[in-house]
């Protein structure tokens, strides 16, 4: 069974794709994502919140694995 948790675990490590606390929350159907990713903090994943610059000049926070 594959879930939430597993989703993003395999998006974040395997996948090394950058998330927004809105695109697991939509991509992957989870509720929370802070406590998802509180979750797999917990687990020993090292994931790190960075600010990026979109291209029309907004700050954005993703998610990546460090």
């Known amino acids: 069974m594959n ?7 395999n998006a974040l490590v395997q996948n090394k ?12 159907g ?6 998802m990713i509180y979750r797999l903090r917990n687990q020993g994943v090292k994931i ?3 600010t990026f610059t979109s291209r029309n ?8 694995v460090a």
């Open 48 to 50: 790190t919140l960075k």
């Open 57 to 64: 000049g907004t700050s954005v926070q993703k998610y990546t």
């Open 30 to 35: 989870v509720a929370n994502p802070h406590d």
């Open 17 to 28: 794709v950058k998330l927004t606390a809105k695109q697991i929350a939509t991509r992957y």
């Open 3 to 9: 879930t939430g948790i597993d989703k993003v675990y």
